[in-house]
């Protein structure tokens, strides 16, 4: 049998192969860990590796793109070595990366036309004052108003009193020459334009001033803070972390039940705060030898569900929690940074975006703007998932929204061995067709503590499609496998001995939990189902479906079909946008016309209230099953568990 | 020899007099302590009594008005006992007041066409929101909104995030029903009507809820408050106490210059707030079984020299000490109550009345304002002496305005014995013409300590009048008193003996005092020369002369023209009105228009700076005499030192 020299680009040595084995293979005898986390079945693409040189055969691409393939990627538990190669392995962590980035994000450049001059409302004015004398007594404040008026044509300029304590010394230190900066905004209420000042420096300093702001969002699970370059555009850096107010509850319900005792309203408006500041610390501290001030951002955008926004503001939010669900506002009013305690320029004005209603909010209107849903003429849905679910569909002509309660059963909560998304949670599984047997991976590696949404959803899907489960989510307790048993609750699949746990038990899935999530993913089927017939168009004709949210950085969106979460389409009509909120909110950060778009899109959106439409109940008891009732709506599975079924 | 029967009211048994007696004699027999602080002379009024029956002949009435002498008073010095009387003694405070009330408060009385839902800024508004469904989400603040424009017609309504932060609890507290207090300004920049939120209740409360605001005075060394029911234009109570800022500095430069200190800023804000929450919680306190709230009270007017303004909020007003003499702000923008620490409603909009320069403030814009000057076809003369001095020239067709560094000399301040008009102080004396020995009045009676401002100025004029010194103030040596003496800074005039005063140290007016004064009253008198001359006007033809301020309420006209401090002009075209200040302010505080006229004025004054007017130096240089270098322009003053000199 022939032999073939196999050389990988990270190790001194090659190694021999006889002819037909797997660059697994390979690898495995050069010593080199080749994470497969699906088992080696080609199903995960974890196993990416590049062919630099040589034959080799493929026995499948799935999960790599075309371009990929033409780039020489090649799944290594799936391609037969044909020759003597030159393998190059990514690191485990560029591999990541890299998938990371082919299904979640999109690059983030700076928009082309971008003009700080014209669309920045952040301006730096550089203006020479007349000095008084004894026939122009003309008192410091108004000498200012007049230039600023001379230069921007604007008569309303709100000052604040910490600005004012300074004008009289940054006047005369600068020799009458003095830097300004404005924040110039269009008033809603009265259709005007007008400025606050937001700082007041002496002289028209040489050395380039950093011109900075801050685009935020504010999401229940997590908080984004980009540090943005006003001037050139560019975002200087990036932090997430966890909102902190998760101690106090996983979901919007649960803070704002927490907030409704006694202190809790402050108390969970201090813990964002405090996460928003560390952020900020973190974007600011030393990046390439480069650090920036605090006093130096000039503006916050921040985009959040109206729950976070009504918690940053120290509102409570109870009335969002019961019909007929009001907020106590979508528009927040002008507010400086140190009314709220943000580690910036204290004068900065706090600008959030606009939402539409209680289960709609600022992320969703930056989200939609981001997406561009909003100008395309193509029928576009908009789904954003983090612990709530929003929908929107719509293109430029129309926009319609709704929001179902997703409830935080993908976020892990609710589920007997659920977990969030963080180290040691399983984020993808795949069950052997014949054994039953699952193969997992594990965010940070490790032995398993849990499962986090996206490892629920495949194994939702896996258990179907293996016929664990059937349609009705009931568990056959006919299969020969000591991984299905009676529980406590019910019968219960085991997904991890407490042997290989973490810490030292059974990793189950529960028939509750099995409800649990058929009810979520249920609500969010009848949200896509309900919109449509709203608008009289059919779901089946949307052209591009934009998947955002940090639910949607690590969906599978076959098995998210396969258990009927998300419509039963082309997989090339699906996108998945990332996090569409701090995307959106940065453009809005940039460009006054982005912001005055945003609050378009949120007046635009026409919102419809699920809790008191019949037809969304219908729906959601239609999309209770796997993957639905109406097989009809699921053509691609309902064909794979015909194969299946003749297989049998 | 006939004797008469003499009762007093105030004792029981009555007293026999020989025919030809005084009321004093009378008084002394019985063993009433009548006050006679002139020695007797008629020219102190102090003494006055009532004659309830009886005959009586009058030998002086000078110092009683005719109302006064319409109504019985008699002065007990000089009035004798032509029969049986009876006498009533006011007690000594009564007579104190009445004078005082005489000579220097005008009766401040509600405006006769008060209709505070017209006139008043603040509102309250009872408004019935429609409830929230689920066909109507719109959120808590915008249905608030919308509800106040229906009322208002406004469409600019700031509410703070205090309000907001209340608003969801509040209007379902109240079942949708909510009362609102709004203040409605319109705003210069842009000659618009705003709004601001105040407070929100829920409900339509039965029970009137009071309506409070505050015109307050900031005075360089008196704070007064008055507490007004808005409603009803009442003043519920008044209260003045020093401005706590009087330890860091006795007038306006001082505290500029402790201001630039270190901390010196905060500091004197600190204490000026202090002063104003103390003079709050004084007129908030139990009087007659009724204690206001102070979140009840929504707006405090305040008028003040333009560096107190400037100290209030924290200004370090270094600018104004200087050439060009430039503030910081004439005119303060909107801030919250919270902003400033005032123990109020903290959401009530702070309104500082309008200046006009460095040292012509808003106490002024609001005296020319309840004088009335800027409403007669009479050409008037306002002047404004508290620490410094203020002079306003003009009538309705025309105002200037000027300022005249007159320093605290009158105020005690840079004199040997000086002090300010507090217990110990003598705040009016006589010399004997023949033996030169004085006799005074000491404020709260007992041993005197020094001399307060019109305790000056009658002294000056006293020793002038009696030949104690010459027209350039210098002492006559020659004369024959042991009060006349060498001292350490050349000839003095000892006013009181060491044995005879409070601290056993001699009471002396000093040469170097002598001039400082001059100082001071030349100053004045220059701004009464140049302000006329500047306008083509001739003092002379100055129809009444307004004289406001602290400074004016113990002033004595006569004494005052004796030293050229106040022009020789009939004395029935002066008046007194006090504190000119607060009353502006209260008027301003009641209503919106009066604040308006109040920015007319401020911005309708025209500014002299005297500084640079040579023509003011000379007629600075020309009133350093007594009582001028120019007789002719002192002519009643010529005559009577005529007359002394052919008594001589």
Redesign the interface.
């Given at each position: 049998m022939a032999e073939f020299t196999v050389k990988f680009d990270n190790i001194p040595a090659s190694v021999i192969v006889e002819a037909g084995a797997l660059i697994s293979d390979a690898a495995k005898i050069a010593g080199i860990n080749i994470l497969q986390p699906c088992g080696g079945q080609g199903r995960c693409g974890r196993c990416a590796v590049r062919v630099l040189s040589g034959s080799v055969h493929f026995r499948s691409t799935l999960r790599l793109s075309d371009e990929d393939v033409a780039n020489g990627y090649a799944l290594a538990c799936q391609t037969v070595i044909g020759g003597n190669v030159l393998i190059e392995v990514p690191q485990q962590e560029k591999i990541e990366r890299r998938l990371v980035t082919d299904r979640t994000a999109i690059e983030v450049s700076v928009p082309s036309q971008y003009d700080p001059y014209n669309d920045q409302s952040i301006q730096k004015l550089l203006l020479t004052l007349a000095e008084?004398?004894?026939e122009?007594?003309?008192?410091?404040?108004?000498r200012l108003r007049i230039a600023i008026k001379q230069v921007t044509g604007l008569?309303?300029?709100?000052?604040p009193?910490s600005a004012?304590?300074k004008?009289?010394?940054v006047l005369?230190e600068g020799n009458w020459k003095t830097t300004v900066i404005l924040d110039i905004h269009f008033n809603h209420?009265?259709n005007?334009e007008e400025a606050w000042l937001i700082d007041i420096f002496p002289g028209h300093p040489l050395d380039e001033m950093p011109i900075l702001g801050l685009a935020i969002d504010i999401g229940t699970t997590t908080v984004t803070v980009w540090l943005v370059d006003l001037f050139s555009g560019k975002i200087l850096s990036q932090a997430s972390l966890y909102n902190q107010q998760i101690s106090r509850g996983e979901d919007v319900i649960s803070r704002i039940i927490y907030a409704s005792k006694n202190g809790g309203t402050v108390e969970l408006q201090d813990l964002v705060i405090t996460t928003i500041n560390d952020l900020i610390e973190t974007v600011c501290s030393d990046k390439n030898d480069q650090s920036y001030k605090n006093e130096n951002i000039y503006t916050p955008t921040i985009a959040g569900n109206s729950t976070m926004i009504h918690l940053l503001?120290?509102?409570?939010a109870?009335?969002i929690r019961f019909?007929?669900?009001?907020?106590?506002?979508?528009?927040v009013?002008m507010?400086r940074a140190s009314?709220l305690g943000l580690s910036i320029n204290p004068s900065a004005v706090v600008d959030c975006l606009p939402g539409v209603?209680?289960y709609v909010g600022a992320d969703i209107s930056a989200g939609v703007y981001s997406s561009g849903m909003d100008h395309t003429d193509m029928l576009t849905l908009f789904l954003d998932v983090g612990t709530n679910g929003e929908i929107v569909l719509g293109s430029q002509e129309w926009l319609v929204t709704c929001a179902c309660s997703a409830g935080p059963a993908f976020e892990g909560a609710g589920v007997a061995s659920g977990m969030r998304a963080t180290s040691g949670a399983i984020e993808e599984i795949w069950i052997n067709t014949k054994t039953y047997e699952p193969t997992y991976r594990v965010i940070g590696g490790g032995k398993p503590r849990g499962l986090c949404g996206s490892g629920l959803i495949n194994l939702l899907a896996e258990l179907f499609m293996t016929g664990v489960i059937d349609k009705g989510g009931n568990i056959n307790s006919h299969l020969d496998s000591p991984r299905i048993r009676e529980g406590k609750h019910g019968l219960e699949y085991v997904v991890v001995w407490a042997t290989e746990s973490q810490n030292n038990q059974d990793i189950v899935l529960t028939r509750v939990d099995i409800d649990n999530l058929l009810r979520v993913k249920a609500a969010i089927y009848a949200g896509f189902s309900v919109s449509p017939d709203s608008v009289g168009v059919r779901l089946a004709d949307t052209e591009q479906i934009f998947i955002g949210g940090s639910f949607g950085k690590y969906l599978n969106v076959e098995k998210a079909i396969q258990i009927g979460l998300l419509p039963d389409l082309s997989w090339d009509r699906f996108r998945f946008l990332g996090n569409t909120a701090v995307l959106g909110t940065y453009y809005a950060l940039l460009d006054r016309n982005a912001h005055k778009h945003i609050q378009d899109i949120a007046s635009r959106m026409t919102?419809i209230?699920l809790?008191?439409d019949n037809n969304f109940y219908e729906a959601f008891v239609s999309a209770l099953f796997l993957p639905h009732t109406d097989l009809d709506r699921f053509p691609n599975i309902a064909q794979v568990l015909d194969i299946q079924k003749g297989d049998d």
């Open positions: 008084p004398n004894l122009d007594q003309t008192d410091d404040l108004n008569s309303k300029i709100s000052i009193l004012i304590i004008i009289g010394r005369r209420e009265d005007s503001l120290g509102l409570s109870s009335t019909s007929p669900y009001i907020t106590t506002l979508n528009q009013p507010l009314q209603a209680s919102y209230e809790s008191a």
